[in-house]
């Protein structure tokens, strides 16, 4: 795994909207220990998911890290998206048995679909996505809010910005200490993300600093899609 210099990116969905009623977002990350099974495993836990009214929006590989949260390294993500809660439910070690087997460490986080912002923009296999887990150290929300207000603002109308594809207020975790959100968002391409970070170096100081005043902790991770 490559770690590298932070990645900022900002979600203002969470503050300014209500939850989608009936959704829900599942965002699941695991270390392989036998990559030659993966397709395998991915075959049968999608067959168990759709009996739970879950399916597989996203899976990727994880390519690199930044961040504070004290996690496992994952290599993998999938993002989930089902029409009631899993994790809680007696089936949840059944349903994703496939995927805890193949791994040596597996986290899932679930939680109300915020809404988001949704373009038409490049096929997915040519999408550069971050995914980013915090919580929020809770010092001073009005603030946050503003911050956030701000941050959107100055983001309007700019080149190669970033698209929100899943804003996940979570409520259950497995495997890791609960966050208050999981967030994916991409650039159309590496190059676009490039591009957006060597323009924007203030604004992206601007995020630096809301991560610092309004989160306890935080880990992005740079993903490939499959």
């Not at 739970?52 to 504070?68: F, R, V």
């Amino acid at each position: 795994m490559i770690r590298m210099a932070m990645i900022a990116s900002i979600t203002l969905a969470g503050f300014l909207s209500p939850a989608i009623a009936g959704t829900t977002g599942i965002l699941s990350l695991y270390k392989i220990t036998d990559k030659g099974s993966l397709a395998t495993a991915e075959a049968k836990l999608a067959n168990r998911l759709r009996m739970q009214g879950c399916s597989i929006q996203l899976a990727g590989t994880i390519l690199a890290e930044d961040g504070n949260i004290d996690l496992f390294t994952p290599d993998r993500f999938l993002y989930l998206e089902c029409q009631s809660a899993v994790l809680g439910s007696k089936n949840r070690q059944t349903v994703f048995e496939p995927l805890i087997q193949l791994s040596s460490d597996t986290a899932f986080f679930e939680g109300a679909l915020l809404p988001v912002k949704q373009t038409v923009s490049a096929d997915t296999g040519q999408r550069s996505y971050i995914l980013k887990i915090s919580h929020y150290n809770n010092l001073d929300p009005a603030q946050r809010d503003r911050d956030l207000t701000a941050i959107g603002e100055s983001l309007e109308g700019r080149a190669d910005i970033y698209t929100n594809q899943a804003d996940i207020s979570v409520s259950e975790a497995y495997g890791a200490r609960t966050p208050d959100e999981a967030v994916i968002i991409y650039y159309d391409s590496p190059e676009a993300g490039e591009r957006f970070r060597a323009a924007n170096k203030p604004i992206l100081k601007k995020i630096g600093a809301f991560n610092k005043n309004h989160l306890e902790d935080y880990v992005y991770y740079v993903a490939k899609p499959d």
